[in-house]
């Protein structure tokens, strides 16, 4: 979606003499306020949580199977390999609370590189073992297509986190500009990488933001359900109301028009559709959890 379809008109003098208090962080004239940007606010951010613990959940069964399919290799497919995720989580989140603090994260060239190289390869191997599943029925190794997914994942994650840790230190350092747990950065100078800044706030909030996440993906580790879930509450919201409703502010649409008319039952019909696949996935969600131990999933 383009940034400009959402800002409205607005009298560059009126805006100029009024001050800042009318742009946005980028200098230009603010977006559509009021209830629907809170609520559009609600859905980004939530969503976005989401996928980082869906990650989680992600990469502690790639690391799983990885472990269960060379049991299998190794004691024969009769085996009992069942492997407890919550391990893997914890070794993840581990990973994730260091790679939380390097600076600019999102901004790494070399981490767009890693990450199409892994999705590949692990698109690859899949591919490839599917066809030789179905040309020669032999069982097939699955080793290395977990690890793929496992580092891609780990990179991802943090790149959907970092709008979540931009919104909430940027909203503290406003609020209490004069605390120096929040504002105050200090300089370590680290041998062979140069001097590194650490702010203790940072340092908490995201520490405490990865335990979180993990905790909550080590209590709801039914991924297919939970993915289900996820993709049903945002798709609605943020592919298919604000879009319309942005679109139609910005071409000034007459209303009960006949572009409008069909433009708001697309919107309602898509609503129909994820009220659907919410009620499945929590349903799914609601029959694991019948036979769930709570931090005790297996694979």
């Given at each position: 979606m383009e940034k400009?379809s959402?800002?409205?008109?607005?009298?560059?003098e009126v805006?100029?003499?009024?001050?800042?208090e009318h742009?946005?962080?980028?200098g230009?004239?603010k977006?559509t306020?009021g209830?629907?940007?809170q609520?559009?606010?609600?859905?980004?951010?939530?969503n976005l949580?989401?996928?980082t613990?869906?990650y989680i959940?992600t990469?502690s069964?790639?690391?799983a199977?990885?472990r269960k399919?060379?049991?299998?290799?190794?004691e024969?497919h009769?085996?009992?390999?069942?492997?407890?995720?919550n391990p893997y989580?914890?070794i993840f989140?581990?990973?994730?609370i260091?790679?939380s603090?390097?600076?600019?994260f999102?901004?790494?060239?070399w981490?767009?590189?890693?990450?199409a190289?892994?999705?590949?390869t692990?698109?690859t191997i899949?591919l490839?073992?599917?066809?030789?599943k179905?040309?020669?029925?032999?069982?097939?190794?699955?080793?290395?297509?977990g690890?793929t997914?496992g580092?891609?994942?780990?990179?991802s994650?943090?790149?959907?986190?970092?709008?979540t840790f931009?919104?909430?230190?940027k909203?503290?350092?406003?609020?209490w500009p004069?605390?120096?747990?929040i504002?105050r950065e200090y300089?370590?100078?680290?041998?062979?990488?140069?001097?590194?800044?650490?702010?203790f706030?940072?340092?908490?909030w995201?520490?405490?933001?990865?335990?979180v996440?993990a905790v909550?993906?080590?209590?709801?580790?039914?991924?297919?359900?939970?993915v289900g879930l996820?993709?049903?509450?945002?798709?609605?919201?943020l592919?298919?109301?604000?879009p319309?409703?942005?679109?139609?502010?910005?071409?000034?649409?007459?209303?009960?028009?006949?572009t409008w008319?069909?433009?708001k039952?697309l919107?309602?019909?898509?609503?129909?559709?994820?009220?659907?696949a919410?009620?499945?996935?929590?349903?799914?969600?609601?029959?694991?959890?019948r036979s769930?131990?709570?931090?005790k999933?297996?694979?």
């Amino acid at each position: 979606m383009e940034k400009e379809s959402l800002y409205v008109e607005q009298d560059p003098e009126v805006v100029f003499e009024a001050g800042t208090e009318h742009l946005d962080d980028d200098g230009r004239p603010k977006r559509t306020g009021g209830r629907k940007v809170q609520l559009c606010g609600l859905a980004q951010y939530g969503n976005l949580i989401g996928i980082t613990i869906g990650y989680i959940i992600t990469a502690s069964i790639s690391m799983a199977a990885v472990r269960k399919s060379n049991c299998f290799h190794k004691e024969g497919h009769h085996a009992k390999c069942a492997t407890s995720n919550n391990p893997y989580m914890i070794i993840f989140a581990c990973i994730q609370i260091v790679l939380s603090q390097i600076p600019d994260f999102d901004k790494l060239s070399w981490l767009s590189i890693v990450a199409a190289i892994m999705s590949f390869t692990y698109s690859t191997i899949g591919l490839a073992l599917s066809m030789a599943k179905v040309a020669g029925g032999a069982h097939a190794r699955t080793s290395l297509t977990g690890v793929t997914i496992g580092v891609d994942v780990s990179g991802s994650e943090k790149v959907f986190c970092q709008p979540t840790f931009s919104f909430v230190e940027k909203k503290c350092q406003q609020h209490w500009p004069e605390n120096t747990l929040i504002t105050r950065e200090y300089a370590l100078n680290i041998p062979r990488y140069g001097v590194y800044h650490v702010n203790f706030f940072r340092l908490v909030w995201r520490t405490a933001y990865v335990i979180v996440t993990a905790v909550v993906a080590m209590i709801l580790p039914f991924f297919n359900d939970f993915v289900g879930l996820i993709g049903a509450a945002s798709f609605w919201p943020l592919t298919v109301y604000f879009p319309i409703e942005m679109y139609i502010a910005r071409s000034k649409m007459k209303k009960f028009s006949f572009t409008w008319t069909w433009l708001k039952i697309l919107s309602w019909a898509c609503l129909v559709v994820s009220l659907v696949a919410a009620a499945g996935s929590i349903q799914g969600m609601v029959n694991s959890l019948r036979s769930y131990k709570p931090f005790k999933t297996q694979q």
